[in-house]
């Protein structure tokens, strides 16, 4: 991919995570937080499918930006061809690691397997 | 009005303190500093002090120099902790009797303050710092290529890069990725990619889109604050940033 084609992608995850990340923190508002992180209230969350939905997007957006801004910090740290390759391929491997994980968790909350 | 008399004009000669790293890479292990009283007046330059030292008490001291005046781009050094062009910079302007010469960061050491140029002559060799296009002025009976004065403000600012390297020097990206394209070769690009004659835009544009290319620089902008010319090589990189994201065209 080109870069200037990643970097968009970059760009464009964490604005959209800006927005969704507020939303989010605005939810978690609603109760205070010790309530919040009660077991029941925690698998409401995961139940109400909107909300599940967001946290997924959240996982999938900062999961793309991070594991880029990570592949970004380790290109310049050190160089070669080799080390480049390794560098690019382990980042998206980590990244659909990472995002597969977190997908599990939300699913099988979402449908009662706890 | 102020009146200024003929012994201010001639200005007090004082002593400073230069401090001059030595290093020899083939005989040294390490960078070491030798410390030489020179005499300064109001308006002599650190290349002048430098100098001063070779003529009076070292000839071995390594430094690259020709015009003295800004314009050639070979003096360039970190003086009292900032990459300067020594030849530009008068010690009255640095504020201290002690003044600590070392050579450029990023750039590998020949010997003492001279180092090689090798990177940042390939960098800006690879962005074609010339025009594309088809046609030529130099056919018989071909017009020059004619620019209004609004065309050349576009990119005239960028033209007047020395090739000192300070900015090279200066640019934290620089100092750990070493195939990063850097910031004087990304400013030449915006140089010509905004030069209403030009017709490479989108080959060069596809040079420096690259994983080492113009999305290594981070905006930290100490490029533009040490530029002796005033080129600005930051606002450059924003606005080649800006085609690449699709905001210019
Ligand atoms: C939603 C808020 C966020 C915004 C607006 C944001 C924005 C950015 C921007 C603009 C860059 C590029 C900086 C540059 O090129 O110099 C960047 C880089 C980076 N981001 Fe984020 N980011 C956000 C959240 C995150 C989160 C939550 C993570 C961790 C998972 C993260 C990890 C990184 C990394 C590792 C880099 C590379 C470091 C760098 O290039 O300086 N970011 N971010
Ligand atoms: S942009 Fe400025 S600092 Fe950089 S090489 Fe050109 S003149 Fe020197
Ligand atoms: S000697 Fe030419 S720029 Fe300083």
């Not at chain 1, 077991?39 to 900062?62: D, G, Q, T």
Request: net charge neutral.
């Amino acid at each position: 991919m080109r870069e200037s084609t990643i970097m968009k992608i970059h760009y464009g995850t964490a604005l959209a995570a800006i927005a969704l990340v507020a939303v989010h923190i605005l939810m978690r508002l609603t109760t205070n937080f010790a309530d919040s992180l009660e077991y029941e209230n925690v698998l409401a969350n995961y139940k109400f499918l909107p909300y599940a939905l967001m946290l997924e997007l959240i996982l999938i957006l900062l999961s793309i930006h991070g594991f880029n801004g990570l592949r970004v910090i380790l290109l310049e740290l050190k160089q070669g061809r080799m080390y480049e390759k390794a560098v690019s391929y382990g980042c998206v491997a980590a990244m659909f690691g990472l995002i597969a994980y977190g997908s599990r968790t939300i699913i099988m909350t979402n449908m009662g397997m706890t | 009005m102020a009146q200024v008399s003929i012994e201010d004009q001639s200005g007090e000669t004082t002593l400073i303190t230069l401090r001059i790293a030595r290093y020899n890479p083939q005989k040294d292990d390490s960078k070491s500093f030798m410390e030489f009283e020179v005499p300064a007046q109001k308006w002599t330059t650190v290349l002048e002090a430098i100098l001063d030292v070779k003529k009076n008490f070292d000839h071995s001291v390594a430094v690259r120099y020709s015009c003295r005046q800004a314009t050639c781009g070979s003096c360039g050094m970190i003086i009292n902790g900032k990459p300067r062009l020594a030849c530009f910079t008068k010690i009255s302007e640095l504020n201290s009797n002690v003044v600590t010469v070392e050579p450029m960061n990023n750039f590998p050491i020949i010997r003492d303050l001279a180092v090689k140029f090798e990177r940042l002559f390939d960098t800006h060799h690879k962005i074609k710092p010339f025009l594309i296009r088809d046609d030529t002025e130099l056919e018989t009976d071909a017009k020059e290529f004619l620019q209004s004065p609004e065309e050349l403000e576009q990119y005239i600012q960028f033209a007047n890069c020395i090739k000192c390297g300070l900015c090279n020097s200066a640019c934290p990206t620089m100092a750990m990725d070493s195939s990063f394209v850097g910031p004087q070769a990304l400013a030449q690009a915006y140089r010509y990619v905004a030069d209403s004659r030009d017709k490479g835009k989108n080959s060069r544009l596809k040079i420096i889109d690259d994983s080492h290319g113009i999305w290594r620089c981070h905006f930290a902008g100490s490029c533009s604050q040490v530029c002796p010319k005033g080129v600005d090589p930051a606002m450059g990189i924003q606005f080649l940033r800006g085609y690449l994201l699709g905001f210019r065209s």
